[in-house]
């Protein structure tokens, strides 16, 4: 059963929904990542979160009518600002290789970053009980992110750049080969994160096997 935090709340009447990215939307998202990164997600009340936006509990229902539909909005910004930067190819005339060189070297950094160590874990801590938040970061970071590169290497296979006969596959061979040797031991606190000198070599370490097994003899 969904705790009373997550029942869903009516705007009050008479008050239209709020345009999507409006400054007031922007400032409620950045209390929630406050409150969730410090409480966790089930600990974390709307109450705490509206004193933490600087904003009434009714105007934050308004905006967002459950902690689950906050947390969403706050995994698509952070999508926006992360994913769809890194994922920005030039699909005609970049080189392949540093292309993808480009993009390890922004997604390790990503990965190992304390901020997104921490909403992993609250995630993870989180996806019990409330599955559809664990799913919802899903789709909205890794999933989105394999799909975008996927598009990527399945152009460059179009131009003769690469031979790949399971694009999706390959996506997320690549993914993992970044991901591994980053998030996996910062998130466990086996390691710290890689500094500039580690993150380039695991990059280029990555790239060049994955050429290895997918680049066209040219």
Not at 1 to 6: G, I, P
Not at 112 to 118: C, D, G, I, K, T
Request: aromatic residues 8%; charged residues 25%; proline residues 5%.
């Amino acid at each position: 059963m969904m705790s009373s935090e997550s029942t869903r709340v009516a705007a009050p009447e008479g008050e239209a929904a709020p345009a999507p990215e409006s400054a007031k939307r922007a400032q409620i998202i950045e209390g929630a990542r406050r409150c969730f990164l410090a409480s966790g997600f089930e600990a974390a009340s709307m109450a705490e979160i509206a004193r933490e936006a600087k904003v009434s509990k009714g105007t934050l229902y308004v905006y967002f009518d459950s902690k689950e539909a906050l947390f969403s909005a706050l995994v698509e910004q952070s999508r926006r600002a992360s994913v769809e930067r890194l994922m920005d190819f030039d699909y005609e005339h970049a080189n392949v290789r540093d292309a993808l060189v480009h993009f390890a070297t922004g997604l390790i950094g990503k990965l190992s970053a304390p901020e997104h160590v921490a909403l992993v874990r609250m995630v993870i801590g989180a996806s019990e009980k409330f599955p559809g938040v664990a799913r919802d970061y899903f789709e909205a970071g890794p999933a989105h992110g394999a799909a975008r590169l996927a598009g990527y290497l399945r152009e460059q296979e179009r131009l003769g750049m690469v031979s790949i006969p399971d694009i999706e596959t390959a996506a997320w061979q690549f993914f993992g080969m970044c991901h591994h040797p980053t998030l996996i031991s910062v998130l466990l606190a086996a390691r710290p994160a890689p500094d500039g000198e580690r993150v380039r070599i695991l990059a280029e370490t990555a790239v060049t096997t994955f050429l290895a097994a997918y680049a066209t003899k040219r």
